[in-house]
């Protein structure tokens, strides 16, 4: 299973990216898409999640600034980002919980790294 993120790069504070993340299709029945980050001397964090219902799960920070959908048609979940601020500044992963031939299980793509700054 490949998870293909992409989308990072560096913004000023107040602009947006918008965040992809390809699933290649040995993954299916993706239940939950969702995206983390891991900024420098921190934890990994859950910034927001998706169910195949549709339902989202946002982490405080990023509520009403961050939107996360999918495309279940092309294995694809999206991150929007607006009114960045320099503390979203972070490695971030994208990750799918489904089925693939071989069992169920979770699968993290690569890192796209995020950098707000003047």
């Known amino acids: 299973v490949q998870l293909q993120a992409s989308g990072g790069g560096l913004v000023q504070p107040g602009g947006s990216l918008r965040l992809s993340c390809v699933a290649s299709r040995s993954i299916f029945a993706i239940n939950v898409m969702g995206w983390y980050r891991q900024a420098p001397g921190k934890q990994r964090e859950l910034v927001a999640a998706?169910?195949?219902?549709?339902?989202?799960n946002y982490a405080e920070s990023v509520k009403g600034r961050f939107t996360i959908s999918r495309d279940d048609a092309e294995n694809t979940v999206y991150l929007q980002m607006n009114s960045l601020k320099p503390e979203d500044t972070a490695v971030y992963y994208c990750?799918?919980?489904?089925?693939?031939?071989w069992g169920s299980g979770a699968y993290w793509g690569k890192e796209t790294q995020v950098t707000v700054s003047s």
């Open positions: 990750n799918m919980q489904g089925t693939t031939a």
């Open positions: 998706i169910t195949n219902g549709g339902s989202t």
